[in-house]
């Protein structure tokens, strides 16, 4: 071990406390355990930690917390898997029964259903969190696209779970989701086909989002979480600000591992716990009656993180709405750390000063400008009925992409000569204005659309009855 990470010498309380003989040996089994579990916790972490990258403003805990919903739904899952069969319609009435007659069976479901969804809504807190204070880049960009793809993946265990349940919500969510791959050029029907193993959501379907579900997904998620950890480390430990303090304190102040910053954890990991079996006493998961693939909801929505998604395809044809919109934004991402490449202000909250007044400044024109958008398309704009004789993949697809990308290239070229914005500024204002964007039309989808996907407020929302 080099002197970076060797452990210090063991004082008399660490060795009363850790149960060692004076020769730093485990004098029984209590300690021999202690020494088992300090040297689990220093494969994960360094011996030692600077105090500074300790703050929790540095990280918010978020990628600690997706670790700990990543445990409690491996936990959780276990026990569910004991009581569930992948089958029609024995899933739904296993559902039933875990709800009523499996000790805690009810609250464990609960318990995963919710840590399910808080860990989709952390881990994109956690990504905004690394790329606003600039820590996908070099030497961290490998790391960064090992997190996206843990996101993707966490987004598929979401997804595939969404069906176990099996009844009329879990049905149509995964209907509606899953249409969006026939819209894949050339091969969309046959990957359609494959993934629900038929022409439509059925008894295979199941089967195959089941078996993906409890092994290949939270295995492959598991094996790059330790992974992702390895790198954290490898990487130099957390981004600290290059700038400032660190440059005028060569020797920064440096803390052990066990117990300052393991003990942190723990009381952090124990609060989460706490606080999330209290929310699962207090709300149950959502179970509507058994599917019936006779009977469509009206509105049939997409899973709540899916709705961004389905709310595009409403403004723009299948092909640019489903897959050249999110394919450019995933590339997007995928890509980030190959272009923004400023060491300087690694680590540094929005950049700079003026990159925290551009933020708000995107995150101000989206807020106006996306719901404007979604008014003009659904009540002014109509491109095919302007463009009859256009193919609709231009007329209502090509067309009206271009006629939002060129607000954008222009507020682009507006910050760069009014405000001076460098490359990382830019893409600062353009990721802020676009994430926001996003969420608004999720927020829309989600509360704002009712029967046949036409827009209302939702406390004027009229109740389809069948
Ligand atoms: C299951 C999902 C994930 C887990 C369990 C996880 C866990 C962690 C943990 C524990 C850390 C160190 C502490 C912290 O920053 O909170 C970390 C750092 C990091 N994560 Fe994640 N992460 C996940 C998803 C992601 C995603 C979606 C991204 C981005 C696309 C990402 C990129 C990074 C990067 C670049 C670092 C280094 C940050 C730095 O040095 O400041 N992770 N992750
Ligand atoms: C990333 C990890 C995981 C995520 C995001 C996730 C997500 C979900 C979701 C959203 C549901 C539907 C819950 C409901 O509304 O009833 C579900 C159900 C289920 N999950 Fe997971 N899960 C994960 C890991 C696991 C693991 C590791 C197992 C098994 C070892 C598992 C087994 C099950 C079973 C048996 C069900 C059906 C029971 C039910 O719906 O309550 N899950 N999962």
Redesign the pocket.
């Given at each position: 071990m080099d002197e970076k990470n060797s452990l210090p010498e063991p004082s008399i309380f660490e060795r009363m406390r850790n149960r060692l003989t004076p020769e730093g040996i485990p004098s029984d089994d209590r300690g021999r355990m202690r020494m088992v579990m300090d040297s689990l916790i220093l494969h994960i972490h360094p011996a030692k930690v600077e105090v500074s990258s300790m703050k929790w403003t540095y990280t918010w805990g978020l990628g600690g917390l997706a670790a700990l919903l990543?445990i409690i739904?491996?936990l959780t899952?276990?026990v569910?898997?004991n009581n569930?069969t992948p089958a029609v319609p024995q899933a739904y009435l296993d559902?039933l029964e875990?709800n009523s007659n499996v000790w805690f069976g009810e609250l464990i479901?609960n318990l995963?259903?919710w840590s399910?969804?808080l860990?989709i809504v952390v881990s994109v807190l956690h990504l905004i969190r690394v790329f606003v204070t600039g820590a996908y880049r070099p030497p961290r960009e490998l790391n960064w696209l090992i997190g996206v793809a843990m996101l993707l993946l966490?987004l598929g265990?979401?997804f595939t779970?969404?069906l176990?349940?099996w009844d009329q919500l879990a049905y149509w969510a995964i209907t509606v989701g899953t249409s969006i791959l026939s819209y894949v050029p050339l091969i969309g029907q046959w990957l359609t086909r494959l993934v629900l193993g038929g022409p439509e959501v059925g008894a295979n379907t199941l089967l195959n989002f089941y078996s993906m579900?409890?092994s290949f997904?939270?295995l492959i998620?598991f094996g790059l979480m330790s992974y992702h950890f390895w790198r954290v480390r490898k990487d130099g430990g957390l981004t600290v600000p290059k700038s400032s303090k660190q440059t005028e304190d060569p020797k920064p102040e440096r803390v052990t591992t066990i117990p300052h910053l393991v003990h942190r954890e723990f009381i952090f990991a124990l609060a989460w716990t706490a606080a999330l079996l209290t929310f699962a006493m207090l709300v149950p998961?959502?179970?509507e009656g058994i599917a019936n693939p006779a009977m469509s909801p009206n509105p049939a929505k997409a899973p709540w993180y899916f709705m961004g998604l389905q709310e595009l395809l409403l403004h723009f044809h299948p092909l640019v709405g489903a897959i050249v919109i999110p394919s450019l934004v995933i590339i997007g991402i995928f890509t980030l750390p190959f272009f923004d490449l400023n060491p300087k202000s690694v680590g540094v909250y929005f950049r700079s000063r003026r990159g925290r007044s551009l933020t708000l400044l995107a995150v101000g024109i989206a807020l106006i400008a996306t719901p404007s958008w979604v008014l003009l398309d659904e009540y002014v704009l109509n491109w095919t009925l302007w463009l009859p004789t256009w193919n609709t993949l231009f007329s209502n697809g090509l067309i009206p992409l271009a006629v939002i990308l060129l607000p954008l290239l222009l507020l682009d070229s507006w910050i760069q000569n009014s405000f001076k914005a460098d490359t990382e500024e830019r893409v600062l204002f353009i990721a802020s204005f676009l994430f926001t964007a996003f969420i608004i039309l999720t927020v829309i989808g989600i509360f704002f659309r009712g029967p046949g996907m036409s827009l209302y407020f939702p406390w004027n929302m009229p109740i389809v009855t069948h």
């Open positions: 990543m739904l491996g899952g276990i569910l898997l569930y559902i875990i479901r995963h259903h399910a969804n860990l966490v265990a979401n779970g969404y176990l349940p579900h409890i997904i939270p998620i998961a959502p179970l």
